[in-house]
Nanobody, 124 residues
Framework: QVQLVESGGGSVQAGGSLRLSCAAS????????MAWFRQAPAKEREGIAV???????TYAISVKGRFTISRDNAKNTLYLQMNSLKAEDTAMYYC??????????????????WGQGTQVTVSS
């Protein structure tokens, strides 16, 4: 059974950094499309970063230049390094996986597997 477990969320002041992790089990994520989404209260879920099986990364404009997605296939783990955090980055962050990347890759409907989420709160 596929499981995705996020960790690393927390509270931080604006301008600070956090690193999220997503541990995958039940499959080998080496060939999978892996992504990070976030959802703030009363807002739609937003795709923010995706990395495909050969390491090509795509970012939402809202996080480009501040966030970095990466994967360690040996550890079956996905990461999201978040720098220069802003109050508007406050949200529940989710990792997601799918055997392939759809087009556009940041569309939530492509992803079959989701973690339970980790909360990120940025205070200004």
């Amino acid at each position: 059974q596929v499981q995705l477990v996020e960790s690393g969320g927390g509270s931080v002041q604006a301008g600070g950094s956090l690193r999220l992790s997503c541990a995958a089990s039940g499959y080998t994520n080496r060939g999978y499309c892996m992504a990070w989404f976030r959802q703030a209260p009363a807002k739609e879920r937003e795709g923010i970063a995706v990395i495909n099986s050969i390491g090509i990364m795509t970012y939402a404009i809202s996080v480009k230049g501040r966030f970095t997605i990466s994967r360690d296939n040996a550890k079956n783990t996905l990461y999201l390094q978040m720098n220069s955090l802003k109050a508007e980055d406050t949200a529940m962050y989710y990792c997601a996986a799918n055997p392939f990347c759809g087009s556009p890759p940041l569309k939530s409907g492509w992803y079959n597997y989701w973690g339970q989420g980790t909360q990120v709160t940025v205070s200004s």
